[in-house]
């Protein structure tokens, strides 16, 4: 009954917790920090609606029809789907994106030491960060998402006892460049597509016939988290190492559920470690961050079009319906359309969004 009971909170408490922090990393790239404006929120509030929950949906989804992890997942969905291997490229991307999106989370860290902190080069720090994240990745799931927990409720905290300035709230015309940083928000920002709800929810979707009862606690977790990084500022002010400590351990926690798919996956333990090490240090590289930048939103973006694509077009609509269990066929209707219409051109415009900002 205890581990039931953990399970529970466990996948809302990190969806609060991870996407409160990789809000704080991708805000300087996007721009989102200083945009404290009415209309981009509400922009945000409806990709939440009409594109973060759904893919929430069918992360759940596919956890309750696959009961595994999910780059294992990919091979029995492929075959009952009758589908190509192909898109059994999008578990790869997945797994192989977590590294990637954990070193740009150290990488924001390490610039946060640098200028508060510590004098030392910010590629030298990221070095150093990742191999204390990569050595607590061997920690106890829980300790780690505790640890991280602490360091983001002490960050809240201490932002607001420190009368952090935040500039005013204004009202400003709708930009096409604000849809697909909304999206990214919604979407990179909550940690979708990379099945880590997923991993983490599968003992509770086991014992769970309606998927709301896993998705809705996730869904608004992050939703309250983007709301606590609206009324926040990553600023010097604030004591460092209490923001360095909560990404130090989600990066860890992130590592973690990586490894752990990659050994579902039988694959040496040297191959798992030198994977998640090498794509992770690749962000200490001078001068590539930068582009990086620009790979990980796209990245990301990709990550959950494809998923859309494999679960509105390619799986059998029998399977996710009764993995999903809605009380009303309406609803699941509803589900249906957002997936295999709105997700598709919604992600395809913020891409398109994305690149026009950075190219």
Same mark, same amino acid.
């Given at each position: 009954?205890?581990?039931?009971?953990?399970?529970?909170?466990?996948?809302?408490?990190?969806?609060?917790?991870?996407?409160?922090?990789?809000?704080?990393?991708?805000?300087?790239?996007?721009?989102?920090?200083?945009?404290?404006?009415?209309?981009?929120?509400?922009?945000?509030?409806?990709?939440?609606?009409?594109?973060?929950?759904?893919?929430?949906?069918?992360?759940?989804?596919?956890?309750?029809?696959?009961?595994?992890?999910?780059?294992?997942?990919?091979?029995?969905?492929?075959?009952?789907?009758?589908?190509?291997?192909?898109?059994?490229?999008?578990?790869?991307?997945?797994?192989?994106?977590?590294?990637?999106?954990?070193?740009?989370?150290?990488?924001?860290?390490?610039?946060?030491? *640098?200028?508060? +902190?510590?004098?030392?080069?910010?590629?030298?720090?990221?070095?150093?960060? !990742? $191999? %204390? @994240?990569? /050595?607590?990745?061997?920690?106890?799931?829980?300790?780690?998402?505790?640890?991280?927990?602490?360091?983001?409720?002490?960050?809240?905290?201490?932002?607001?006892?420190?009368?952090?300035?935040?500039?005013?709230?204004?009202?400003?015309?709708?930009?096409?460049?604000?849809?697909?940083?909304?999206?990214?928000?919604?979407?990179?920002?909550?940690?979708?597509?990379?099945?880590?709800?997923?991993?983490?929810?599968?003992?509770?979707?086991?014992?769970?016939?309606?998927?709301?009862?896993?998705?809705?606690?996730?869904?608004?977790?992050?939703?309250?988290?983007?709301?606590?990084? *609206?009324?926040? +500022?990553?600023?010097?002010?604030?004591?460092?190492?209490?923001?360095?400590? !909560? $990404? %130090? @351990?989600? /990066?860890?926690?992130?590592?973690?559920?990586?490894?752990?798919?990659?050994?579902?996956?039988?694959?040496?333990?040297?191959?798992?470690?030198?994977?998640?090490?090498?794509?992770?240090?690749?962000?200490?590289?001078?001068?590539?961050?930068?582009?990086?930048?620009?790979?990980?939103?796209?990245?990301?973006?990709?990550?959950?079009?494809?998923?859309?694509?494999?679960?509105?077009?390619?799986?059998?609509?029998?399977?996710?319906?009764?993995?999903?269990?809605?009380?009303?066929?309406?609803?699941?209707?509803?589900?249906?359309?957002?997936?295999?219409?709105?997700?598709?051109?919604?992600?395809?415009?913020?891409?398109?969004?994305?690149?026009?900002?950075?190219?």
């Amino acid at each position: 009954m205890q581990d039931n009971a953990m399970s529970k909170w466990l996948s809302p408490l990190m969806a609060f917790c991870l996407s409160f922090i990789i809000i704080a990393t991708l805000a300087p790239i996007t721009g989102i920090q200083i945009e404290r404006q009415l209309d981009f929120w509400m922009l945000w509030l409806a990709t939440m609606l009409i594109l973060a929950l759904p893919v929430c949906y069918l992360e759940i989804a596919l956890a309750k029809r696959s009961k595994t992890t999910p780059l294992q997942a990919l091979s029995s969905l492929t075959r009952e789907a009758d589908a190509s291997q192909k898109w059994r490229i999008v578990g790869w991307l997945s797994v192989i994106f977590i590294p990637f999106l954990a070193g740009a989370m150290l990488n924001n860290a390490s610039n946060v030491l *640098a200028v508060a +902190a510590l004098d030392l080069a910010p590629n030298l720090l990221l070095i150093g960060l !990742a $191999i %204390v @994240a990569l /050595a607590l990745s061997l920690l106890p799931r829980q300790i780690l998402l505790a640890i991280t927990a602490i360091g983001v409720l002490a960050s809240l905290i201490l932002a607001n006892v420190m009368g952090t300035a935040l500039p005013a709230w204004q009202v400003t015309p709708v930009e096409f460049s604000e849809w697909g940083n909304a999206t990214v928000l919604a979407l990179v920002a909550s940690g979708l597509g990379m099945g880590l709800y997923w991993q983490s929810s599968l003992n509770t979707v086991r014992q769970q016939d309606i998927a709301s009862k896993t998705v809705l606690p996730i869904w608004v977790a992050q939703l309250v988290a983007v709301i606590a990084f *609206a009324f926040f +500022a990553v600023q010097a002010q604030i004591p460092a190492f209490t923001l360095v400590t !909560a $990404i %130090v @351990a989600a /990066a860890a926690l992130m590592l973690q559920m990586a490894r752990e798919q990659l050994q579902e996956r039988q694959l040496h333990p040297v191959v798992q470690w030198a994977i998640i090490a090498v794509v992770t240090l690749i962000w200490a590289i001078p001068n590539l961050s930068p582009i990086f930048n620009v790979v990980l939103l796209v990245w990301g973006l990709v990550i959950c079009l494809i998923y859309a694509l494999f679960a509105g077009w390619i799986m059998k609509i029998s399977h996710l319906r009764k993995s999903m269990n809605f009380s009303s066929e309406a609803f699941y209707n509803l589900w249906r359309i957002a997936v295999r219409v709105v997700l598709p051109v919604g992600i395809i415009l913020a891409i398109a969004a994305v690149l026009g900002q950075f190219v």
